[in-house]
T-cell receptor, first 114, second 113 residues
Framework: QQQVKQSPQSLIVQKGGISIINCAYE??????FPWYQQFPGKGPALLIA?????SEKKEGRFTISFNKSAKQFSLHIMDSQPGDSATYFCAANPIKAAGNKLTFGGGTRVLVKP | DTGVSQDPRHKITKRGQNVTFRCDPISEHNRLYWYRQTLGQGPEFLTY????????KSRLLSDRFSAERPKGSFSTLEIQRTEQGDSAMYLC???????????FGSGTQLSVL
């Protein structure tokens, strides 16, 4: 059962453009929502994360928008660069629950064309 | 390199053989996690340790899988009687307490022929 649904599966954007990746979740116990970036042959690396008490968080060119009522959150990559070409995963975790584990989305492969 | 270290990086084995992977977490990290990632999918949680205690196991972790973390330092993941469906990237991650700062290793890519 996929508790975090991610779209699109792949994305091509021109250098300087905006990449937008969306995720939706079902479990209302989730209260921590990170995004991970993964390059081929490497493990995922934490990019940015948000908690549901804020609707937006920005770190450099990366912004998370969070809609608690819709149970959706998204990642915006502004001024996309070829070095941003990677697979991006959204994830969710119920921090307050006994289990401390991340549920990941299916991933979005982003290709930034120069 | 003070990151999470995994060994080996690649493992090719024949169906029915046993394999063991090792993970060295970032020093002083008390939590250690194992995830499995198949091609084109996100990582799936398998199990985690707090110090040497294994606190949770996913239903994905069949009886053929066993993980240990003796002395609360490095961890091993053993798969007995491997099956072709076990082919995946096995990722180890560690954190110091809170889940927020979770650091992943580069994984062990297992291919079962």
């Amino acid at each position: 059962q996929q508790q975090v649904k991610q779209s699109p599966q792949s994305l091509i954007v021109q250098k300087g453009g905006i990449s937008i990746i969306n995720c939706a979740y079902e479990n209302t116990a989730f209260d921590y929502f990170p995004w991970y970036q993964q390059f081929p042959g490497k493990g995922p690396a934490l990019l940015i994360a948000i908690r549901p008490d804020v609707s937006e968080k920005k770190e450099g060119r990366f912004t998370i928008s969070f809609n608690k009522s819709a149970k959706q959150f998204s990642l915006h990559i502004m001024d996309s660069q070829p070095g941003d070409s990677a697979t991006y995963f959204c994830a969710a975790n119920p921090i307050k629950a006994a289990g401390n584990k991340l549920t990941f989305g299916g991933g979005t492969r982003v290709l930034v064309k120069p | 390199d003070t990151g999470v270290s995994q060994d080996p990086r690649h493992k090719i084995t024949k169906r029915g053989q046993n394999v063991t992977f090792r993970c060295d977490p970032i020093s002083e990290h008390n939590r250690l996690y194992w995830y499995r990632q198949t091609l084109g999918q996100g990582p799936e949680f398998l199990t985690y340790f707090q110090n040497e205690a294994q606190l949770e196991k996913s239903r994905l972790l069949s009886d053929r899988f066993s993980a240990e973390r003796p002395k609360g330092s490095f961890s091993t993941l053993e798969i007995q009687r491997t099956e072709q469906g076990d082919s995946a990237m096995y990722l180890c991650a560690s954190s110091l307490g809170a889940i927020e700062k979770l650091f992943f290793g580069s994984g062990t890519q297992l291919s079962v022929l």
